[in-house]
T-cell receptor, first 121, second 112 residues
């Protein structure tokens, strides 16, 4: 249990286009999901907190109009990179805390998706 | 907000030696401290975690210690093996369900 999936795993797009990345909790509900960005040989940097039924909370320096987040249901959050540019090329990873799953992990444990490699040409 | 510092950034050891990675955090309200191992292009994999009401936790060759007063926690890997080579991240968060803040990572190389 406690599986998070992401789609697509890899995407290549042209500069100026928009790309949507999906994050799904497959066997549990997540009212909150987190989006991270990871540049090569760097750490995971929190971009935003996705909240089901309300607006996302963005970290300082992250443009909310460029990185659109929609938490459509208790199992799905989407990140849309609008008007992508080469500097947006990165590894995007989502995570979800999974409370209430006895035997799966501690309440604080978070489960990560496999990541999406975005390359903008 | 929370800030997590991690040292060293690279660590090279011989197979069988021990490896220690240290992290400090800034937010005294943080209460959960996981360690992740990440291989290239993959998701972070939880290897051990500790809560603020515990000082030490062990799982076979891996242990984590926490000093709340000093606001630092450390990962100890004993009897290292080449397959332990990877990037390791420490992280912290304040309360259940909140985002993790990550350290900058340590690249561990274990040579045989």
């Amino acid at each position: 249990g406690a599986v998070v999936s992401q789609h697509p795993s890899r995407v290549i797009c042209k500069s100026g286009t928009s790309v949507k990345i999906e994050c799904r909790s497959l066997d549990f509900q997540a009212t909150t999901m987190f989006w991270y960005r990871q540049f090569p040989k760097k750490s995971l940097m929190l971009m935003a907190t996705s909240n089901e039924g309300s607006k996302a909370t963005y970290e300082q320096g992250v443009e909310k109009d460029k990185f659109l987040i929609n938490h459509a249901s208790l199992t799905l959050s989407t990140l849309t990179v609008t008007s992508a540019h080469p500097e947006d090329s990165s590894f995007y990873i989502c995570s979800a805390p999974a409370p209430g799953l006895a035997g799966v992990g501690s309440y604080n444990e978070q489960f990560f998706g496999p990541g999406t490699r975005l390359t903008v040409l | 907000g929370e800030n997590v510092e991690q040292h060293p950034s690279t660590l090279s050891v011989q197979e069988g030696d021990s490896a220690v990675i240290k992290c400090t955090y800034s937010d005294s309200a943080s209460n959960y401290f996981p360690w992740y191992k990440q291989e290239l292009g993959k998701r972070p994999q939880l290897i051990i975690d500790i809560r603020s009401n515990v000082g030490e936790k062990k799982d076979q060759r891996i242990a984590v210690t926490l000093n709340k007063t000093a606001k630092h926690f450390s990962l100890h890997i004993t009897e290292t093996q080449p397959e332990d080579s990877a990037v390791y991240f420490c992280a912290a968060n304040r309360q259940a369900g909140t985002a993790l803040i990550f350290g900058k990572g340590t690249t561990l190389s274990v040579s045989s």
